[in-house]
């Protein structure tokens, strides 16, 4: 690939990071009067959850801060990427923040500034309070308000400490997996009748982020889940299904925020996002970075005539697998070629930074050490293709692994293990894998081509 970037050190300018969330990590759903959220309703469901396990104690995180600390500190990282649920801080979904709480997360971010790693807080990694939902959840309008009424108690609380912030985290999957095919919380089964919840949940992002800037924040942004879409085969149908699987995935959220416009559903043949004028304004423009998570790409085929929906989503050919089978497919270039095709489309888009990439593997559950090479091998290869994207130009000032911690992957339960750490989820023990070396090695190796670029300069 020629490389056209103007700049060739972006490159040795990355950020690095590792992410988790609450409920993956912490345990103690319940303590210091913490609420209900849509996720402890999920687990309550019978049979929802795959191993039949719940989020308790998961890491036990909430316990265990210093360790975790001392693991981010131990990689190096610029940054760690970890969030806060909305149903600790207001336990009802409404009115004054609980103090405990508050004070938890006051004592991770001070830890964390302690260890010399910038702290880089999610405000919504999917966890709704369940009062919220009983009262509508992303389907009512009133929700953005709420969440700035909380972003508001937590922006008074750490905001002399935080200065950058993540609003939500991938809205695309509430919208899709959680209100239109029920494969999330809360679980509902609404087909297009969820696309208000896009609207919504981006009303939301703007007023949290009005809310963080008045509070002095310097940088807020959204992260959203990301694929490569790909028709399986080279016919008109598949290209067509493709075009709507990548307006839904990828361009729901990405257009009203990066160009001001809403995608156009209609010439889809889907109903139209009720997204209206002043609302639009307020979203367009109101982010200082993007977030861009990525995994896997999506090979798509026409679904038979007759479906609701008009695309299948379907096993991409002729590659690698995660531990979650076929559904996971590996292919690097993926995540190279969205990033371009991203910064195509929107060319004086703000910096982005990769929230989360990661895999899971098949692992033992038995402490011990693990050789993760697999988990290696992908990591470095979606670097590569993060470097590939940065040299054609795509600003891409962070890259984030998911995850610094083996935990507890929603109605996976733990039976996908993403970490660079071994997590015994019996006793809480910590080891850290192969990968946890290589990438603390490679974080050492691109801080120091930093240095030596900055000391030439
Ligand atoms: C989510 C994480 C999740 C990861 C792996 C992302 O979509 O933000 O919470 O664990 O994917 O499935």
Known sequence: MTPLSTDPTARARLRWSAATSAIQIEGSRRADGAGRSIWDDEIAKPGRIRDGSTAEPACDSYRRVADDVALVAGLGLDRYRFSIPWARVQPDGHGPGNVAALDHYARVVDALLEAGVTPFPTLYHWELPSPVEADGGWLARDTAERFGEYVALVAARLGDRVSSWYTLNEPAMTTLQGYAVGALAPGRQLFYG????????????????????????????????????????????????????????????????????????????????????????????????????????????????????????????????????????????????????????????????????????????????????????????????????????????????WSLLDNWEWTDGYTQRFGLVHVDFSTGERIPKASYGWYRELVAGAHAARTAGAARA
């Open 194 to 401: 969820a696309l208000p919840t896009a609207h919504h949940q981006l009303l939301a992002h703007s007023r949290a982020a009005d809310v963080l800037r008045d509070q002095g924040a310097e940088s807020v942004g959204l992260v959203n889940n990301h694929t490569w879409v790909l028709p399986l085969r080279d016919t008109e149908e598949d290209h067509a299904a493709a075009a709507v699987y990548d307006l839904l995935h990828n361009r729901l959220f990405s257009e009203p925020l990066l160009s001001g416009t809403t995608p156009d559903l209609e010439a889809l043949g889907l109903p139209p996002l009720p997204l209206l004028g002043d609302d639009l304004a307020r979203i367009a423009g109101s982010i200082d970075f993007y977030g861009v998570n990525f995994y896997n790409p999506t090979t798509v085929t026409a679904a038979s005539p007759g479906n609701d929906i008009p695309f299948e989503i379907v096993p991409t050919p002729g590659v690698p697998v995660t531990g979650f089978g076929p559904e996971w497919p590996i292919m690097p270039s993926a995540l190279r070629d969205l990033l371009i095709d991203l910064h195509r489309r929107h060319p004086g888009m703000p910096p982005i930074i990769i929230g989360e990439n990661g895999a899971s593997f098949p692992e033992p559950d038995v402490a011990g050490p693990v050789e993760d090479i697999d988990r290696i091998a992908y990591l470095s290869a979606h670097i590569d293709a993060v470097g590939e994207a940065i040299d054609a130009g795509v600003p891409v000032e962070e890259y984030t692994v």
